[in-house]
Nanobody, 117 residues
Framework: QVQLVESGGGLVQPGGFLRLSCTAS????????MSWYRQAPGKERELVAS????????NYAEPVKGRFTISRDNAKNTVYLQMNNLTPGDTAVYYC??????????WGQGTQVTVSS
């Protein structure tokens, strides 16, 4: 059974930081590139960051460049999103995604991140 389990969300003040984790099971982790998406209320889901199968390549959405870092530990089947200098605009539900070619994609259940004073 495929599972992507996110953790690490919560309430943080502007300028603060959080580290999200997503642990995968039920599929061969190294076959998949991994991404984090987010969806704010009333908005479409958007790509935040992605990382290639062995971590050589990463990509970031413009609003998070320089503040967020995606990484993965293939030995632990886990992908991380380190989020620094958070702003209220980062408030959203964050989703973990696993993607292989154009066919195979899996999603986590999401974790809420709220940035507020």
């Amino acid at each position: 059974q495929v599972q992507l389990v996110e953790s690490g969300g919560g309430l943080v003040q502007p300028g603060g930081f959080l580290r999200l984790s997503c642990t995968a099971s039920g599929f061969t982790f190294t076959f998949y590139s991994m991404s984090w998406y987010r969806q704010a209320p009333g908005k479409e889901r958007e790509l935040v960051a992605s990382i290639s199968r062995f971590g050589k390549n990463t990509n970031y959405a413009e609003p998070v460049k320089g503040r967020f870092t995606i990484s993965r530990d293939n030995a632990k089947n886990t992908v991380y999103l380190q989020m620094n200098n958070l702003t209220p605009g980062d408030t959203a539900v964050y989703y973990c995604n696993a993607q292989r070619e154009a066919t195979y994609t899996y999603w986590g259940q999401g974790t809420q991140v709220t940035v507020s004073s």
